[in-house]
């Protein structure tokens, strides 16, 4: 395997919170998809999900900036039943990309690695 890119984020709980405090839906859309802000509206460590998913968009658009024509709009994160995130782009899913996550306090890093 030889790795392409790399990229690597990190979201505090609360200042994503002030974020969303401050912007309300504009923020939500501007960066999750439909689906993610669905996925995560209900649950109670709503905040921690968003954090997660932002820190994770962020490591895998800075793994492919080098493509233009990507915004982070375009990078959807699910779990697979394992609970292994699955990273999409523009609804395809991209095997090449893999990303890490992990929460610690009020803290979520991720890490995504391009590979070919």
Same mark, same amino acid.
């Given at each position: 395997?030889?790795?392409?890119? +790399?990229?690597?984020?990190? &979201? @505090? %709980?609360?200042?994503? @919170?002030?974020?969303? =405090?401050? +912007? =309300?839906?504009?923020?939500?859309?501007?960066?999750?998809?439909?689906?993610?802000?669905?996925?995560?509206? +209900?649950?109670?460590?709503?905040? @921690?999900?968003? /954090? =997660?998913? %932002?820190? /994770?968009?962020?490591?895998?658009?800075? /793994?492919?900036?080098?493509?233009?024509?990507?915004?982070?709009?375009?990078? %959807?994160?699910?779990? @697979?039943?394992?609970?292994?995130?699955?990273?999409?782009?523009?609804?395809?899913?991209?095997?090449?990309?893999? &990303?890490?996550?992990? +929460?610690?306090?009020?803290?979520? &890093?991720?890490? /995504?690695?391009?590979?070919?």
């Amino acid at each position: 395997m030889k790795i392409l890119a +790399h990229g690597i984020d990190l &979201v @505090e %709980f609360g200042r994503l @919170e002030q974020m969303l =405090g401050r +912007h =309300g839906q504009r923020m939500l859309d501007r960066v999750f998809t439909v689906r993610e802000q669905a996925d995560a509206q +209900h649950l109670r460590n709503r905040i @921690e999900r968003l /954090a =997660g998913r %932002f820190a /994770a968009k962020e490591a895998v658009w800075k /793994a492919v900036n080098h493509k233009k024509n990507v915004v982070i709009t375009d990078i %959807f994160i699910k779990n @697979e039943d394992s609970g292994k995130p699955q990273v999409f782009i523009k609804n395809r899913k991209a095997p090449y990309i893999d &990303v890490s996550l992990s +929460h610690t306090g009020d803290i979520v &890093v991720a890490v /995504a690695v391009s590979s070919k």
